[in-house]
């Protein structure tokens, strides 16, 4: 087995424990599992980040020239691309990716551009790295057709580069579209960015919105509390309930979101926005529609959580959380991810073939939901 810098093996076990604590406290994920190899469905992966030379190697260049703004994201592409074990499974697209896939009994990996993306470099460079990542993504999965599928990379700065390169990837046959959240505080429920909404929805491609550092950081990184532990998952409540109380659904009724991390516990809520949704529905939100107001909801809250919205099991392998969500959203909302390289385990995937649950709904976590939301064809 190849060793790393350190002197250890390059498999996945031990691999980031130290640095991204794989550690489980009692009672939730279990210490130990075997992975089924021939269970009755495959295992589909739909959060898998990836990246590539040079976009790693813009941010950087951007972030040491002391000409771009004070961006928390462009600080945590800084600091993974220190990390050399990490960017070495992140930039790979290969052999050493399938081979972590085939020793944790994952069958296919939707392949997400790593946060922060492409939205922190150097403006007027995003639209190109993303034309560069799109065109690596989908080479990598006419490689390995049975293994990869991918969701395509844009820029929202360039509203109009954005439109182009959604419909020039869903012409290359990628599944969807991923954006690393905001970007300077920005977010698409802004009328302004809203063309893009419009091509996600023209194009059939679902959005998957994944965190990145919460703007305005420090009284998270203060705390500890810049990752996931707070500012990734705030974050990505802030640009999904945005875009609910902006009408963005009613405007796109067939538009289709994904969100990671058992839906940043956002479902758990859906009582509650319901029942405070008047504070802020129909209401004026100056910062944002100038002094319009925005239109009244047709429909309550959860509605679009039960409509247009999915959630992924990223990180949360976690038998009461999903079977939760699967209750109060239904069965066909519930989509399994790993969240790999960042959090990677055998013992986790274990877990899943123990869940109790039905056959059906086991595979429709596993693989089916994934097929329809993704548009996921083939073995």
Known sequence: MPKL???????????????????TREGLAPRSGHVDRDVPYKRIATEEAWTFPDLVKAQVDYFESGA???????????????????????????????SHMDELGIDRQLLLLTAPGVQVVCPGDGTPLSIMANDIAAEACARHPDRFSACAAF?????????????????????GAVLNSHWQGHYLDEPEFWPILEALEANDLALYIHPTAPYNAPHYEKRGFFGALGGFPHDVWLHTMGLIMSGAFDRFPKLRLVIGHMGECMPLHLYRFDWMQGNADGRPRPGLFGDMETPKLAHPVSHYFKHNIWITTSGVGWEPAIKFCQDVLGPDRVIYAMDYP??????????????????????????????HVFRITGP
Do not use: T
């Open 5 to 23: 810098e350190d002197g250890s093996e390059k498999g996945l076990k031990g691999h980031f424990k130290e640095d991204f604590s794989h550690r």
């Open 68 to 98: 771009a703004p004070d961006d928390d994201s462009l600080k945590m592409a800084g600091m993974f691309a220190k990390m050399p074990s990490l960017q070495e499974m992140l930039q790979d697209l290969g052999e050493l990716r399938i």
């Open 155 to 175: 820029d929202p700065r360039d509203v109009a580069g954005s439109v182009k390169e959604l419909e020039r990837a869903a012409g290359l046959g990628l599944n």
């Open 342 to 371: 960042y959090q990677q385990s055998s013992d986790e995937v274990a877990a899943y073939d123990r869940m109790d649950m039905s056959a059906e709904h086991k595979k429709m976590l596993m693989e089916d939901n994934a097929r």
